[in-house]
């Protein structure tokens, strides 16, 4: 499975973006999907994640860090091969560089699924600037 993530760029506090990570590979639909964030001088931080369809966490299908909730939504389209991340509400906080990844993650523990380290397959990653 390959990953290119998109749809990065500069928007002023308050703005929208909407991130897609495309995936090449058949196996695609079978892998849930995360998204994870590096902003400078910082440790990479889980952000979301959706199941593959019909997969379902204890948390349900989709998971979502702290700092994000209720103002990012994860989606994703198996037809096109992709999965979204809508962000609203964006804050200076959430600048940085923004990468999915991709594994088998349809039975874990949460705690699998937040660490990075879980997943098989990642993107090149897209800048996220929030202008203040």
């Known amino acids: 499975v390959q990953l290119q993530a998109s749809g990065g760029g500069l928007v002023q506090v308050g703005g929208s973006l909407r991130l897609s990570c495309t995936a090449s590979?058949?196996?695609?639909?079978?892998?849930?999907v995360g998204w994870f964030r590096r902003a400078p001088g910082k440790e990479r931080e889980f952000v979301a994640a959706i199941n593959s369809s019909g997969k379902r966490w204890s948390s349900g299908r989709t998971y979502y860090g702290s700092s994000v909730k209720g103002r990012f939504t994860i989606s994703r389209d198996d037809a096109k091969n992709t999965v979204y991340l809508q962000m609203n509400s964006l804050k200076p906080e959430d600048t940085a560089v923004y990468y999915c990844?991709?594994?088998?993650?349809?039975?874990?523990?949460?705690?699998?699924?937040?660490?990075?380290?879980?997943?098989?397959?990642w993107g090149q990653g897209t800048q996220v600037t929030v202008s203040s």
């Open positions: 590979g058949r196996t695609f639909n079978s892998n849930a």
């Open positions: 990844a991709a594994g088998q993650l349809g039975n874990a523990i949460m705690s699998t699924v937040l660490s990075g380290n879980s997943y098989d397959y």
